[in-house]
């Protein structure tokens, strides 16, 4: 007699048609959860990265770390090293950061100053010289937080 130790066919197609229904459930749960990961991340970012631009503006006149015409170059120098009264190297205040995050969104953590509005996706972030915003420039719609 002839005595069979694996499963069958229609054992097999309920155990993969069980299994598709739990990933149906249970992936987009795990992508939702990793947009809200992100959103967390970027404001927590951005509360930071404001209240170092606070503080540098307190300790230099209500100077901004950067000004119309200048690069994300000047604006990375003055937050992540020491910086005299007129924003130049030295060792009177800061360093305000250890670097400039990445941004979520768009792994940027380059930062465009001026130019167009927050949200071209061109950096990963957006500092305006005129009203001292900092902003996510991806194009996830991020500007306003």
Do not use: C
């Not at 990933?23 to 939702?32: E, G, H, L, R």
């Not at 005129?130 to 306003?144: E, L």
């Amino acid at each position: 007699m002839k005595h069979n130790s694996g499963f069958s066919l229609v054992e097999i197609i309920i155990v993969v048609v069980i299994l598709a229904i739990i990933a149906v459930i249970v992936v987009p749960q795990f992508s939702n959860s990793s947009t809200q990961v992100k959103t967390s991340a970027l404001s927590t970012d951005l509360r930071k990265i404001r209240t170092q631009i606070e503080l540098y503006k307190f300790h230099h006149n209500e100077m901004l770390p950067a000004d119309n015409g200048e690069t994300n170059v000047e604006f990375e120098q003055r937050m992540t090293n020491q910086t005299d009264a007129d924003g130049n190297a030295g060792t009177d205040f800061g360093p305000y950061m250890q670097r400039i995050p990445i941004n979520p969104f768009n792994n940027f953590n380059t930062v465009r100053i001026d130019g167009p509005a927050a949200g071209a996706n061109s950096e990963g972030w957006r500092f305006d010289t005129s009203t001292g915003d900092f902003q996510a420039d991806d194009s996830a719609a991020h500007a306003a937080i």
